[in-house]
Nanobody
Framework: QVQVVESGGKLVQVGDSLRLSCIIT????????TGWFRQAPGKEREFLGR????????YIADAVKGRFTISRDTAKNTMYLQMDDLKPEDTAVYYC?????????????????WGQGTQVTVSS
């Protein structure tokens, strides 16, 4: 089994920066990528970006490109989401997800593991 725990969400102001963390433990053999998603009330889960585990290639969704970056510290089994210039529309619950296999990393349905999420609220 794979355990995923997100942390770092909080109330921030417009224009602030925030870094979310995700610790991934357990039976991680075969994990090919981990990604960040978010879900705002009444909306579908939105893909933000992912990092591959073999070569640590990152991909950021166009909607947040230039403001969000993903990185990984393999020694700490931790993935990060750095968010800059936050806007009210970034308010959501942010999820870290892990997947095996080579299916599309932009589709939440292809991920087998995720955490409880961490709330980010951007106040104007």
């Amino acid at each position: 089994q794979v355990q995923v725990v997100e942390s770092g969400g909080k109330l921030v102001q417009v224009g602030d920066s925030l870094r979310l963390s995700c610790i991934i433990t357990g039976s991680t053999a075969g994990i090919t990528a981990t990604g960040w998603f978010r879900q705002a009330p009444g909306k579908e889960r939105e893909f933000l970006g992912r990092i591959t585990w073999s070569r640590e290639h990152t991909y950021i969704a166009d909607a947040v490109k230039g403001r969000f970056t993903i990185s990984r510290d393999t020694a700490k089994n931790t993935m990060y989401l750095q968010m800059d210039d936050l806007k009210p529309e970034d308010t959501a619950v942010y999820y870290c997800e892990a997947k095996r296999g080579v299916s599309s990393s932009e589709d939440h349905k292809n991920y087998g593991y995720w955490g409880q999420g961490t709330q980010v609220t951007v106040s104007s």
